[in-house]
């Protein structure tokens, strides 16, 4: 079977999409099948061994420990979860302020004061 020659941009954005991802995924060979499937790439074999190369030729050939990366995940998912109460919060502090500016008290009287039975109040 013939080799199939992939440009070196293909290649080059296949380990920058490994880098980004990298996280994303439980292992390494879950990430280098994603790249591929994403950049239809047949063969994840042929990613995993770009980025070697590149990790060699960066010198960047520390591994890096699962505790590491489990850590990093759970530092990402925290991040998600922070941002989705920060605008939980924002859209929350909105519709109070609305609430406030809408309450009775803020209101012109919707209901004139002449118009009330006297002795009642709101």
Known sequence: MAQAVYPLKLRFRA???YAEIRLDYRSDWATLTAVAERLGIKSTEAVRLWVRKAE???GNLTPTT???LDWRRRLRKENDE???VNEALKIAI???VAD???S???LAAGVAES???AGEFM
């Open 15 to 17: 380990v920058q999409m």
């Open 56 to 58: 060699a030729e960066s």
């Open 66 to 68: 699962p505790a590491d």
């Open 82 to 84: 922070l941002r989705r």
């Open 94 to 96: 909105a519709e109070f």
């Open 100 to 102: 406030r500016r809408n």
């Open 104 to 106: 009775p008290t803020n």
């Open 115 to 117: 118009q009330l039975p």
